[in-house]
């Protein structure tokens, strides 16, 4: 092989690479700027939901004919949750496996099951279509199953009306609930530590 043919064919084993390099850039970049376009729009929705679930007189104007306005400011505060866990799971930071174990602890509670009883059917129609959606919702429809409404659990009355029970034991004093965000975790020591 002449020396000419083996620098042409090196230059274009370098320019090949170089390309497969940049396209495989191009790609990671457009996947983050998707991230970002994603995380911005539930900031927005999650900011909403917040106003809405905390603001009587702004959930009155949404809230449904047959509803009661506590009620509906309940269930958007569970929308709000499901939102940040499906955003969390979006963007990768629920790991494998771990989505079904989310989705069951919400469902313990009683108003995640009212929500999902009333709200369910719509989830499932807004993710049509979106293979990650449909699996996120496909989870938590599952919980819900696996966790069903008992008869009281149906009223959809002002949480004062309905008698107060506990679904799960009151966890030890110094340690945070586990729930959709994370592991328990021990809450910080009121003590002060001394440095060395």
């Keep these: 092989m002449k020396l000419t043919t083996a620098i ?5 084993v370098v320019s090949l690479t170089t ?3 940049g ?3 191009l790609r990671q970049n457009a996947r983050h700027q ?3 376009n994603e995380a911005a729009l539930a900031r927005n929705q999650l900011d909403w939901l917040a106003q809405m679930s905390t603001n009587p007189d702004l959930a009155k104007l949404w809230t449904p004919e047959d509803m009661d306005v506590k009620e509906y400011m309940q269930l958007l ?3 709000q949750q499901i939102c940040t866990l499906s955003l969390r799971d979006r963007l990768g930071f629920v790991r494998n496996g771990q989505l079904p174990f989310y989705a069951s602890t919400l469902m313990e509670s009683d108003v995640c099951r009212r929500y999902w009883n009333r709200f369910g059917d719509l989830r499932a129609q807004e993710a049509e279509g ?5 699996q996120f919702t496909r989870v938590l429809d599952q919980a819900a199953k696996n966790h069903p409404q008992e008869p009281d659990d149906t009223t959809h009355g002002p949480p004062d009306a309905r008698p107060l ?3 799960r034991p009151r966890p030890p004093s110094g340690s945070r609930p586990r729930g959709p965000t994370g592991p328990r975790h021990p809450a910080p020591s009121t003590t002060p530590r001394r440095h060395a």
């Design 165 to 167: 029970r506990r679904l």
């Design 19 to 21: 390309a497969v390099v």
């Design 34 to 36: 998707a991230d970002r």
């Design 23 to 25: 396209a495989a850039r």
């Design 8 to 12: 042409l064919a090196a230059g274009a």
């Design 77 to 79: 505060n569970v929308n």
């Design 130 to 134: 979106d293979e990650r959606a449909e």
